[in-house]
């Protein structure tokens, strides 16, 4: 297991150095060299490549916690009360299903879900810890507000398209003014499928120290988490979650947009001030930004007025790195194109981010497609939605 520590502080130490060659040319008054071009471009090589085996090696330390957490359980630790989990033996059961090992307990199961076509469905235990796994990996459903569904059904939320016009004077015995302004719509969130299908060896499932259901659970975690990551980051809401990059009316409208102070190419210590001011203070004791590792190397080149770096570094386990007072997340799925007009990050309270998911989870177990590899075969199937519900808690980073 790689030294997240040492990996942090040699992060920050690369950082001081790209620091360093900029702080040279500044007290020395002249533009930064080819020379110096050159060694920036080197390090900031360096930066790409540890911020990609810190942001592996957490996920990873993350994957085999979980794994540990759940192995270390009763098999009938937390599990629901609902009819159709019944007890331990349906956890035990689907164990086995997915291993390989009793037919009689895969048809059994099967044999519960008529209405499934040959599915299993998970037990609603293996449903919730697939979704805290997500969690673990992923940071925006970690920060987001989640409402979980038994079955499939569409969920609305009540919002406020206009607010309540202000309060006017009126005589003691005189008819207040009637208020014609405040109005409400409504979103509707309808969990659409997400599907994922993973290969995993039958000696693997069949001998591994780790329970079968932790093997598979794990890989679709992975799976099912790059997609609605990228999704709650980019997604349009047509057929898929709406992200926060996505200018949109149901979710975070250009209102919101911040362009003022940064340039067509590049952000500014200004435009950031810009877009942490255009959030209401209420807002800002939970908010968080989020940036593609390409926008944090700009960023933690910027000063303040007294000439201070605002980017801080993290160099402890589990502490994010801080921009103007505010947890800075990187994120592979967050928009990285330098262009007039384009979005480049964002600051937020991820509270009001509503992720919607559906606890049924199915899964089909292929033994006979991949024989010849002596694999098994697992597609998976669960239902989800997501969008921001309150545009004014975010604040969204743009180009000029």
């Known amino acids: 297991m790689k030294n997240i520590v040492e990996m942090l502080q040699s992060r920050a ?12 040319a500044e007290t020395e008054k002249r533009e930064l060299s080819v020379e110096d071009n050159e060694k920036i471009a080197k390090l900031e090589a360096d930066f790409d490549k540890v911020s990609k085996e810190i942001d592996l090696e957490q996920r990873q330390q993350e994957r085999e916690k979980a794994g540990k957490e759940i192995f270390n359980k009763p098999i009938d630790a ?38 499934q ?57 005189g008819a207040p003014t009637a208020d014609s ?21 039958k000696p693997l499932l069949r001998n591994a120290a780790v329970d079968p259901e932790v093997l598979v659970r794990q890989e679709l975690a992975y799976a099912f988490g790059v997609t609605e990551e990228t999704e709650f980051c980019t997604g349009t ?25 940064n340039t067509t190419t590049s952000i500014t210590f200004d435009g950031l001030l810009e877009a942490k001011y255009k959030l209401a203070s209420q807002y800002r004791p939970k908010a968080r930004w989020i940036f593609h590792r390409d926008g944090v190397k700009q960023i933690a080149k910027l000063k303040n007025g007294e000439g201070q770096y605002i980017w801080q570094a993290s160099v402890q386990v589990g502490q994010p790195d801080m921009i ?9 799925y967050a928009p990285n194109t330098f262009t007039t007009g384009l979005y480049v990050g964002i600051l937020g309270d991820f509270n009001y981010y509503w992720i919607v998911d559906v606890l049924n989870v199915e899964i089909q177990v292929l033994f006979e497609l991949y024989a010849r590899t002596n ?14 519900v309150l545009e004014a808690a975010f604040s969204r980073v743009k180009l000029a």
Request: glycine share 8%; charged share 25%; proline share 3%.
């Open 237 to 261: 809401g047509a057929g898929e979650a709406l992200g926060v990059f996505t200018a949109s009316a149901d979710g975070i409208s250009t209102a919101r947009d911040v362009s003022t102070g």
């Open 324 to 332: 103007l007072g505010f947890p800075a997340h990187e994120s592979e």
């Open 181 to 201: 302004t405040l109005a409400f719509g409504k979103r509707e969130f309808i969990p659409k499928y997400l599907t994922a299908e993973i290969l995993l060896s």
């Open 375 to 388: 694999q098994v075969d697992f597609i998976a199937r669960a239902e989800n939605d997501a969008m921001p």
């Open 13 to 24: 130490k690369i950082t001081a150095d790209i620091r360093s060659v900029v702080d040279v």
């Open 117 to 173: 076509a040959g599915y299993l469905i998970a037990p609603q235990q293996f449903s919730t810890e697939l979704i805290k796994e997500i969690d673990n990996i992923f940071f925006i459903r970690s920060f987001a507000r989640k409402f979980p569904l038994v079955k499939a059904a569409s969920l609305g939320f009540p919002k406020m398209t206009a607010r309540m016009a202000k309060a006017a004077r009126g005589s003691e015995i």
């Open 78 to 115: 937390g599990l629901d009360s609902r009819a159709d989990d019944k007890s331990a033996e349906v956890r035990a059961a689907f164990n086995k299903a997915l291993a390989g090992y009793g037919e009689s307990e895969y048809r059994a199961l099967q044999a519960d879900n008529a209405t």
